[in-house]
């Protein structure tokens, strides 16, 4: 826990691959992340699948975690989350039974419905866009698998772990929140990006939460952005290069080759177009280890969350480290 904040606090590292860095440079960077985490009494790192994004380098999400675990010693370490539509249900027991057979009791399997990507991604995926709408049904096969009680005749995952990693379902919308009460799973809100439904969602959730064999009680973690230095200007600057960033990058989605200034980025943030891209991001702390502290401890009470997750967007690796640092309870 930070100084201040009530509740548990884990990492979301999306792997980033900075400006003039290379994707090895970018894993270096989260195994330092990892590492600086579980020094900092932090509870897991995630790792976030996405495809096509060249921002991004936790796109083969278990790879990833195979890797930064054989550098760490104690954290927990997860998807948050895997993309299950772009997957067989049997491929991802395999690989998260491999990880928890290898590091056992560190091992989270946090799954989304999302395609992490266009119809193009799923074309190249070799995926049916339609995949998304059997995502429950992929989620209790999963479950299954990794319990060793295969509910497909004739199939089960090997190897089968001595003990089953925990499910945790990630959503943005109702729908999670529904699916994750119903089947008594832990329910992760990706509030950092999309946080519009949060409130919403979490009361949803625990109002229909069902007890289950791996959850008893409803569990919730709420993601938020963190810029956490050791002055708020050095915060404040931060922060505003992460969102530039992040607009430029949404809007090159459709206008390749095109550059903007900074000047021009934030006067595109004053619009009602660039107004919509900061919302997504509003769940945010900025400032020393105090403000930060104090806007994650109202943001967790009123969000009802258990956890929560944070992104450290920083784009500078020591600047992120310092961040991570100086949000934890060490600080």
């Not at 199939?155 to 729908?175: E, K, M, N, R, W």
């Not at 832990?186 to 625990?206: M, N």
Request: hydrophobic content about 45%; charged content about 15%.
């Amino acid at each position: 826990m930070s100084a201040g904040t009530s509740v548990p606090l884990s990492i979301l590292d999306l792997a980033p691959i900075g400006p003039g860095e290379t994707a090895a440079q970018s894993y270096a960077n989260s195994v330092s992340l990892a590492q600086a985490a579980e020094r900092h009494g932090y509870t897991r790192v995630w790792y976030a699948e996405h495809h096509n994004m060249p921002t991004i380098g936790s796109s083969a999400t278990s790879v990833l975690i195979a890797h930064v675990a054989a550098h760490t010693s104690t954290i927990r370490l997860g998807s948050g989350g895997v993309m299950l539509p772009n997957h067989s249900p049997l491929t991802i027991a395999e690989q998260f039974g491999t990880l928890e057979t290898l590091h056992p009791g560190r091992i989270d399997v946090g799954l989304g419905r999302a395609p992490g990507g266009d119809r193009a991604i799923f074309n190249a995926l070799r995926r049916d866009p339609g995949a998304s709408e059997q995502f429950p049904q992929d989620v209790m096969e999963l479950q299954a698998y990794l319990a060793g009680a295969s509910i497909v005749n004739g199939v089960s995952a090997t190897p089968t772990p001595d003990s089953a990693p925990p499910l945790y379902i990630l959503g943005s919308s109702l729908f999670g929140a529904q699916l994750a009460a119903a089947l008594g799973l832990p329910y992760a809100f990706a509030s950092h990006f999309a946080p519009d439904a949060l409130y919403e969602a979490v009361a949803l959730y625990r109002r229909d939460f069902k007890p289950s064999a791996q959850l008893e009680h409803p569990y919730v973690i709420a993601a938020a952005n963190v810029f956490a230095a050791d002055n708020a200007e050095a915060a404040a600057t931060q922060f505003a290069s992460a969102r530039r960033r992040r607009v430029r990058g949404m809007i090159a989605r459709n206008q390749a080759g095109v550059d903007y200034s900074d000047q021009q980025i934030d006067e595109f943030l004053t619009t009602p177009a660039g107004a919509n891209i900061a919302n997504m991001m509003r769940v945010t702390a900025v400032g020393t280890s105090a403000d930060v502290a104090g806007f994650l401890d109202e943001f967790a009470l009123s969000a009802q969350a258990d956890e929560l997750i944070l992104a450290h967007g920083a784009l500078a690796v020591e600047d992120r480290l310092r961040s991570v640092e100086l949000a934890s309870s060490t600080s």
